[in-house]
């Protein structure tokens, strides 16, 4: 087995009294797209940060892309702050250069590099303006592609479609895909669980400093499915044997129906077509959403 | 440390700042505010003064003695005088325009040395000396002494030389040899002022903006912090030389460079000015880049700032002991701390010969110093830069160099992430 590009290994972090982090451990594996998810303050951030060397963990060890931080590793490295930063009064080009060329760039490369760059974000006719003239959506897709300019083979992002509209989040979302389809490893970080049920293989979810949930998608889903079957359609679901309970949606369309114990999805089928009254567009075994999972978690206090 | 990248952080802080217009404004506008208004006072000063303007002038000989009847004139103003011998004709004589004025000497000028000048305005200050030339001819004349009249009216021109060979000043040059290491502070003190500054502005700009935070996974704070201290030296360098350039094209309009003929500046005592300047911008700029990374605000930086700039300062607080002792107590223990020393020495260079070694050990103190702060610094820095809204105190100042800020209780999350 390849070796991880990040392993984070019993890692604590204390801010004075407060415990930020608590005795975490997980490993992001090559070629992934892997989501740090959790409630605010649960030292997601902090992670990102001790992960990225700009602060030090208590105890613990970090290794990223084969070891310890270094000058070299850092210039594989492209990461995306929760909190945006530009240079306001500088032109796009000149900025985008200079921080390429900060991660060890030739100028050459750098502004053919910004240059394809503002292409693909339709951004082209902007390169000389300053950013403090570029709308907030527009800002957001400079910062992302300051973020690759460099080419990485590690994106460490907070947050990264925050405040786009959906035409925009669908670009930088292709973009993501793309880098991650020529070996780019990514590591999010997002409140918006739908994205990761999109894009992400593997997550971690940190609450209050500890891991909470840690795996494959499909892992922690069947860790928190439950004994249930989605169906769209009409009817009085509840009255269709094998049924203990029916969840139905606020538009009637869609409802959730809770199986009797014993009873099986292959049963309910079978009783569905031949309950009169009842009309089925759709049937689907029931995927607990990322979303709930979430709020079970966070609320319930689970632990991995 | 990577130099390449330290120098490219050199250069965009010293191309982006220099585009500034509040940068170009200190840097150029100042200066050709300060020349302009040397040249326009220099230009309205000479208007004034200049006795072409103000001629001829009538000389009214009262005296009993007659002093004046040689009728010599003064060596420097030998077209100046004329000799009238009736009041009231020389009073219409100014009327009509055909004298500026006529000096009345009484009969109780001798007595008294009082002279009156008559004329129709206020007379220039040239006229003054020129009257004392004009008796200084005259009582020389008449004593008839085997003398030219030029080693009565100018006896002796001093020339000093200093016996360490190097410094040789005349009456003209030694008020510039004194301002010289005096002009060097004002210099040394407005550009560390003006790009600290600026180092500190583009400081809290970054760590408000949160570029810092990109900055910081590319680079060392170290290497940061060397580049923007290069980058805003390089900016101070250029503003020292601007200012200088500026103030000689104002004295050069204002026709006034013959004020520098027989000026030489040794060149140890520039060698010594350059690199004072350059050790005390980086004990400067290092210590302002620190406080700004670590001040909550902009404004607490400054007053922090405070702490640096004093002793750096305070040497000019001593200008009296200095000028009375040059190689007293005070001025040798300023010269040997590294905050005052570079102040200290090169008010002394201008005053009298400094000891090699109080050179040599106020340099060595100053490398380490600047090293040490530099270290400081750096640590600060990298604590600072990613906190937001507290200033540490003493106790947490010493975690911060220690290398242990983060357990100070001051969290470098986002504000909305403590819990």
């Not at chain 2, 790009?195 to 590319?218: D, G, V, Y």
């Not at chain 2, 000689?248 to 500046?265: P, R």
Request: net charge negative; proline share 5%.
């Amino acid at each position: 087995m390849t070796s991880p590009v990040i392993s984070v290994q019993n890692v604590t972090k204390n801010y004075g009294n407060f415990r930020a982090v608590d005795n975490l451990s997980f490993e992001v594996h090559p070629g992934e797209i892997f989501a740090m998810l959790g409630p605010n303050g649960a030292g997601k951030s902090t992670t990102m940060r001790m992960i990225l060397d700009i602060i030090k963990p208590d105890s613990g060890k970090i290794a990223v892309l084969g070891g310890q931080m270094t000058d070299a590793i850092k210039d594989k490295i492209g990461y995306l702050p929760e909190e945006r930063g530009l240079y306001r009064g500088v032109k796009l080009m000149e900025m985008m250069t200079y921080l390429g060329r900060l991660k060890g760039m030739s100028r050459n490369d750098a502004n053919l590099r910004a240059a394809e760059l503002l292409k693909y974000l339709d951004l082209e006719a902007y390169s000389k303006k300053k950013v403090s003239e570029l709308s907030k959506g527009m800002q957001q897709k400079i910062q992302f592609a300051v973020t690759v300019m460099h080419r990485p083979q590690l994106i460490i992002v907070d947050e990264p479609f925050s405040g786009l509209d959906p035409l925009n989040t669908r670009i930088l979302m292709d973009l993501l895909m793309g880098l991650r389809k020529d070996g780019t490893t990514i590591v999010m970080s997002t409140h918006q669980m739908f994205q990761v049920e999109e894009l992400c293989e593997r997550l971690l979810m940190i609450n209050k400093g500890k891991v909470a949930l840690y795996g494959t998608l499909d892992e922690v889903r069947s860790r928190y499915a439950s004994h249930a079957i989605e169906v769209e359609g009409k009817g009085d679901w509840a009255s269709v044997p094998g049924i203990s309970h029916a969840e139905v949606s606020e538009n009637g369309r869609t409802a959730v129906l809770q199986l009797k114990e014993g009873t099986s999805s292959k049963d309910v089928l079978g009783a569905l077509s031949q309950t009169p009254g009842i009309e089925i567009q759709k049937f689907a075994l029931a995927v607990p959403r990322l979303n709930d999972i979430f709020i079970r978690v966070v609320e319930g206090g689970a632990s991995a | 440390m990577n130099l390449t990248k330290i120098w490219l952080i050199a250069m965009q802080e010293f191309w982006s700042n220099l585009k500034r217009p509040s940068f170009l404004f200190a840097v150029f506008g100042t200066p050709i505010i300060v020349a302009a208004s040397i040249a326009l006072g220099a230009l309205s000063g000479s208007s004034e003064d200049d006795l072409g303007n103000y001629s001829p002038v009538g000389v009214l000989d009262r005296t009993e003695q007659a002093i004046f009847a040689q009728q010599a004139q003064p060596s420097a103003f030998p077209d100046l005088f004329v000799w009238v011998t009736d009041e009231a004709a020389a009073q219409q004589a100014v009327m009509d325009g055909e004298l500026a004025g006529y000096i009345d000497f009484s009969p109780e000028y001798i007595a008294s040395g009082k002279a009156t000048l008559y004329g129709l305005r206020g007379a220039p200050e040239d006229l003054f000396d020129a009257a004392d030339a004009l008796v200084l001819a005259n009582l020389s004349a008449s004593m008839d002494l085997p003398l030219p009249i030029e080693r009565i009216e100018q006896s002796a021109d001093l020339t000093v030389t200093v016996l360490d060979g190097n410094r040789t000043f005349d009456e003209d040059s030694v008020f510039f040899i004194t301002l010289l290491p005096l002009l060097f502070g004002f210099f040394l003190v407005l550009a560390s002022m003006t790009t600290s500054s600026f180092l500190m502005n583009t400081l809290s700009e970054e760590k408000a903006n949160r570029i810092m935070e990109i900055l910081i996974t590319s680079v060392r704070p170290m290497e940061l912090l060397t580049g923007k201290v290069l980058g805003m030296g390089l900016l101070g360098l250029l503003q020292v030389v601007v200012f200088l350039v500026a103030g000689l094209i104002g004295l050069s309009i204002a026709q006034q460079q013959n004020l520098l003929i027989g000026l030489s500046i040794p060149p140890d005592m520039i060698v010594l000015a350059l690199v004072y300047y350059i050790l005390s911008y980086f004990l400067l700029a290092a210590g302002l880049a620190g406080i700004g990374a670590v001040a909550a605000s902009e404004q607490e930086s400054r007053q922090l700032s405070v702490i640096i700039v004093m002793p750096v300062m305070l040497p000019y607080l001593a200008i009296v002991t200095f000028l009375l002792d040059p190689n007293g107590t005070i001025p040798t223990l300023f010269s040997l701390i590294p905050f005052t020393s570079p102040m200290a020495v090169m008010m002394r260079v201008g005053l009298t010969t400094v000891p090699t070694w109080q050179i040599v050990v106020s340099i060595v103190g100053l490398i380490l110093t600047d090293l040490l702060i530099l270290w400081a610094s750096a640590r600060m820095f990298r604590w600072g830069i990613l906190s937001y809204g507290k200033t540490p105190g003493l106790r947490g100042l010493w975690q911060v160099l220690r290398g242990r800020g983060d357990s100070i209780g001051q969290t470098p999350v986002k504000a909305k992430e403590i819990a």
